[in-house]
């Protein structure tokens, strides 16, 4: 049985995700900061297959929850880390936007640091017949800096070096992981605006579908899914003079 480590299970993609894994048959450990939402997962799917631990991935404490939810597990074939937060607006909230920064930059870096120890530690369970993978879900708003969106995109930014880094310092150090860097356009969760239509919506079932496949190729990019790889491709073409000059953009 392969195990999967799901941080942001709580709803969203995430939980769309590590629900799929369940379905194939894994072993996984959720964490997210609503325990209602982790003890409905469990009793939905049975406690024999999945493990829970409430962690807030802004806490230091983060990482000691992390290794107790590890030794329950078991040590995962796959770390997967979807937990993020996000806004869109003009009113250039302050606190929202440190928030943000903190949790998708500082949070991330928490969790996929310490799992990238964990692997260290390990070369029992770790080595080069049997890497890790470590997958983030980031977005394709790090394409370029949104206005709507200003520490939203320049997180998902951050994220996206981060992981092209860790790749490189693995390759480095020939550590046995693996780094997926997961990229989707927008999709139907609580993260979006109710309020607001988003071009081109993909459903959570759809999205996961596509982020499995290539956690299952073993992708270094994932962008979700082929409308948004064909949008990006045009996007990255436009001049950084030009498009901070769209100002109709709004999404
Ligand atoms: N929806 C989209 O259109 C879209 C597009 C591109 C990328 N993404 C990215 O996909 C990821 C998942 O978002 P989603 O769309 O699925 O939205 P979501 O339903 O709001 O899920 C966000 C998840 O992050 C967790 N989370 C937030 N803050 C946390 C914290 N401090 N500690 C631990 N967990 C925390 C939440 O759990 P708790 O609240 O229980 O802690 C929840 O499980 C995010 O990184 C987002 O940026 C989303």
Redesign the pocket.
């Known amino acids: 049985m392969k195990t999967a480590i799901v941080?942001?299970?709580?709803?969203?993609?995430?939980?769309?995700v590590a629900a799929s894994l369940v379905r194939e048959g894994w072993r996984v450990g959720i964490?997210?900061?609503?325990q209602e939402?982790?003890a409905a997962f469990q009793a939905e799917f049975g406690a024999d297959k999945v493990s829970t631990a409430v962690?807030?991935?802004?806490?230091p404490s983060?990482v000691t929850a992390l290794d107790a939810l590890i030794a329950e597990t078991g040590a995962p074939d796959l770390f997967f880390?979807?937990?993020?937060?996000?806004y869109q607006g003009s009113d250039i909230d302050e606190e929202k936007e440190l928030r943000t920064i903190q949790?998708?930059c500082d949070?991330?870096v928490r969790m996929v640091a310490h799992f990238t120890n964990f692997v260290k530690a390990h070369p029992d369970v770790y080595n080069a017949a049997h890497k890790a993978q470590i997958a983030?879900?980031?977005?394709?708003?790090g394409t370029a800096g949104l206005g709507s969106a200003a520490a939203?995109s320049a997180?998902?930014r951050m994220?996206s070096t981060y992981l092209s880094a860790m790749t490189q310092l693995a390759r480095m150090e020939k550590l046995p992981v693996r780094f997926t860097d997961?990229?989707?356009?927008?999709?139907?969760?609580?993260?979006?605006d109710p309020e607001r239509r988003?071009p081109m919506?993909?459903s959570?079932e759809k999205?996961s579908r596509c982020i499995l496949k290539a956690i299952k190729r073993k992708r270094r990019i994932c962008i979700?899914d082929w409308k948004y790889r064909a949008l990006v491709f045009f996007w990255r073409l436009i001049p950084r003079p030009l498009w901070e000059r769209l100002t109709f953009i709004s999404n």
């Open positions: 941080i942001g299970a709580t709803s969203g993609i995430g939980r769309e964490a997210g900061r609503r939402a982790l962690i807030d991935i802004m806490a983060a880390h979807a937990s993020g937060v996000g949790t998708n949070g991330m983030v879900i980031t977005s394709i708003a939203y997180s998902k994220q997961i990229r989707p356009g927008f999709v139907d969760t609580a993260l979006l988003y919506l993909l959570r999205a979700v």
